[in-house]
C-alpha cells in the first residue's frame, strides 16, 4: 500500500500480507497525566477491547485476550456495509452506556452472555456501541508497520462512522484538560499515544500510556478476614436487582482504629450462611449480615466484576439496598 510521507512524496511503508491474528497494543500504566505535542490524547472508554477482522460480508471478532467474542455481539456483522474496502482489521472497545455514561457492569452482561436466546434479547435491551481508535490491515496491506497518525488518516478514510453503532474515538491535544473532563465525569481514564508510535502487539513498549482516575463506590460489608484475632479485609459487594455481587476484599485503608472497632461490631452481625448471591470466587471468611457500607476507591474493574486494586475511604450512612450497580 502506498502511503504519504510528510513532504506529501508516496513511499512503501505497508507490506502487502494475510490477516493474521494480531495480539493488541496495550497501554502501560503512568502515575501522572501531562501534555506533550508528541502525544495525542484519547478518552479511555469504560468497555471490553476488541479487534474485529472484516472479510468479504464476515465479520470475526476477538479480544484482549485472543478469545472469540463473535457470537456475544451480533449487530457489528454489519460493519462490512460502512468499510471502503473488502477485509480490515479495526481496534476498539465495546461499551455499554448507562445514564449517558458507559457501565463495565453493562458491558460485561453481554460479554459473558453464550445463550442465543438471551444475547438476542440483549441486543435490543442493552445496545453497545463499538469506540473505534485504530486501524491495522486494510484490503491488502499490513498496516502495523506504519506511523500511528498516517493510521488515523486511514481509518478515517477507510470507515463511514455515519452509523450509531460506531463512534470514531476523538484525538485532544491536550492531556491534563482531558484528564480534568473525565475526573469531572467520573469516567475512567485516558490514553496518551505517541504520534510517531507503531502498532507493537503487547506491552513491549513506552508509546502508548494510560493515565487512570480512581473512582469510587459504596459498597456493601457481606463478611471479614482476621488476622490475630483482629478484621484485616472486609469481604465487598454491590446490589444488582436483589442479589449481592461479590466484589472482591480490601484491607487497605483501615486504621488500627478501624479493626478494632470492626471486630466488636462485626462480631455482632455474624451469620452462618454467605450474603452472597453467587458464592464463586468468595475466599474463606467469616460471613456477616449485609448491614453495614463503606466508601471504597478503585482503579478500574477486572472482567470477572471484582474491583482492581480496592482501598476503603470511609464508612457511610448509605443504608444497604441504595448500593447498586
Same mark, same amino acid.
Given at each position: 500500500?502506498?502511503?504519504?510521507? #510528510?513532504?506529501?512524496?508516496?513511499? #512503501?511503508?505497508?507490506?502487502? @500480507?494475510?490477516?493474521?491474528?494480531?495480539?493488541?497494543?496495550?497501554?502501560?500504566?503512568?502515575?501522572?497525566?501531562?501534555?506533550?505535542?508528541?502525544?495525542?490524547?484519547?478518552?479511555?472508554?469504560?468497555?471490553?477491547?476488541?479487534?474485529?477482522?472484516?472479510?468479504?460480508?464476515?465479520?470475526?471478532?476477538?479480544?484482549?485476550?485472543?478469545?472469540?467474542?463473535?457470537?456475544?455481539?451480533?449487530?457489528? #456483522?454489519?460493519?462490512?456495509?460502512?468499510?471502503?474496502?473488502?477485509? $480490515?482489521?479495526?481496534?476498539?472497545?465495546?461499551?455499554?452506556?448507562?445514564?449517558?455514561?458507559?457501565?463495565?457492569?453493562?458491558?460485561?452482561?453481554?460479554?459473558? !452472555?453464550?445463550?442465543?436466546?438471551?444475547?438476542?434479547?440483549?441486543?435490543?435491551?442493552?445496545?453497545?456501541?463499538?469506540?473505534?481508535?485504530?486501524?491495522?490491515?486494510?484490503?491488502?496491506?499490513?498496516?502495523?508497520?506504519?506511523?500511528?497518525?498516517?493510521?488515523?488518516?486511514?481509518?478515517?478514510?477507510?470507515?463511514?462512522?455515519?452509523?450509531?453503532? +460506531?463512534?470514531?474515538?476523538?484525538?485532544?491535544?491536550?492531556?491534563?484538560?482531558?484528564?480534568?473532563?473525565?475526573?469531572?465525569?467520573?469516567?475512567?481514564?485516558?490514553?496518551?499515544?505517541?504520534?510517531?508510535?507503531?502498532?507493537?502487539?503487547?506491552?513491549?513498549?513506552?508509546?502508548?500510556?494510560?493515565?487512570?482516575?480512581?473512582?469510587?463506590? !459504596?459498597?456493601?460489608? =457481606? =463478611?471479614?478476614? +482476621?488476622?490475630?484475632?483482629?478484621?484485616?479485609?472486609?469481604?465487598?459487594?454491590?446490589?444488582?436487582?436483589?442479589? +449481592?455481587?461479590?466484589? =472482591?476484599?480490601?484491607?487497605?485503608? +483501615?486504621?488500627?482504629?478501624?479493626?478494632?472497632?470492626?471486630?466488636?461490631?462485626? =462480631?455482632?452481625?455474624?451469620?452462618?450462611?454467605?450474603?452472597?448471591?453467587?458464592?464463586?470466587?468468595?475466599?474463606?471468611?467469616?460471613?456477616?449480615?449485609?448491614?453495614?457500607?463503606?466508601?471504597?476507591?478503585? $482503579?478500574?474493574?477486572?472482567?470477572?466484576?471484582?474491583?482492581?486494586?480496592?482501598?476503603?475511604?470511609?464508612?457511610?450512612?448509605?443504608?444497604?439496598?441504595? !448500593? @447498586?450497580?
Amino acid at each position: 500500500m502506498r502511503i504519504k510521507n #510528510q513532504n506529501g512524496e508516496r513511499k #512503501q511503508e505497508a507490506s502487502d @500480507t494475510n490477516m493474521d491474528i494480531v495480539r493488541p497494543m496495550e497501554p502501560i500504566s503512568n502515575p501522572e497525566v501531562f501534555d506533550s505535542s508528541d502525544y495525542v490524547f484519547q478518552v479511555k472508554w469504560d468497555g471490553v477491547r476488541m479487534l474485529s477482522y472484516i472479510e468479504g460480508n464476515e465479520v470475526r471478532l476477538i479480544n484482549k485476550k485472543l478469545n472469540p467474542r463473535t457470537v456475544q455481539y451480533p449487530e457489528l #456483522q454489519q460493519l462490512p456495509e460502512f468499510l471502503a474496502g473488502h477485509k $480490515a482489521i479495526l481496534d476498539g472497545e465495546i461499551i455499554v452506556l448507562k445514564d449517558g455514561k458507559p457501565s463495565f457492569p453493562s458491558v460485561m452482561k453481554r460479554d459473558q !452472555c453464550s445463550s442465543g436466546k438471551t444475547i438476542s434479547c440483549l441486543t435490543h435491551y442493552v445496545p453497545i456501541n463499538y469506540m473505534v481508535f485504530d486501524i491495522l490491515f486494510l484490503n491488502k496491506s499490513n498496516l502495523t508497520a506504519i506511523p500511528w497518525q498516517e493510521r488515523a488518516a486511514l481509518l478515517i478514510e477507510a470507515v463511514d462512522f455515519s452509523s450509531p453503532l +460506531l463512534y470514531l474515538v476523538e484525538n485532544f491535544s491536550q492531556g491534563k484538560n482531558l484528564f480534568e473532563a473525565v475526573k469531572n465525569n467520573d469516567m475512567e481514564g485516558i490514553v496518551a499515544k505517541r504520534k510517531n508510535s507503531l502498532y507493537i502487539q503487547g506491552k513491549h513498549h513506552r508509546d502508548w500510556l494510560k493515565i487512570k482516575y480512581r473512582r469510587s463506590l !459504596c459498597c456493601v460489608i =457481606g =463478611g471479614y478476614t +482476621l488476622r490475630s484475632s483482629r478484621v484485616n479485609s472486609l469481604l465487598l459487594g454491590i446490589y444488582q436487582d436483589e442479589n +449481592l455481587l461479590y466484589l =472482591g476484599r480490601a484491607g487497605s485503608g +483501615l486504621s488500627e482504629a478501624d479493626k478494632d472497632l470492626l471486630t466488636t461490631r462485626l =462480631g455482632e452481625m455474624n451469620s452462618s450462611v454467605s450474603p452472597f448471591s453467587i458464592n464463586t470466587g468468595v475466599p474463606p471468611a467469616i460471613f456477616t449480615r449485609p448491614l453495614l457500607t463503606v466508601r471504597v476507591e478503585y $482503579a478500574e474493574w477486572t472482567e470477572n466484576m471484582h474491583l482492581r486494586s480496592p482501598v476503603i475511604k470511609g464508612f457511610t450512612a448509605t443504608k444497604p439496598e441504595e !448500593c @447498586t450497580l
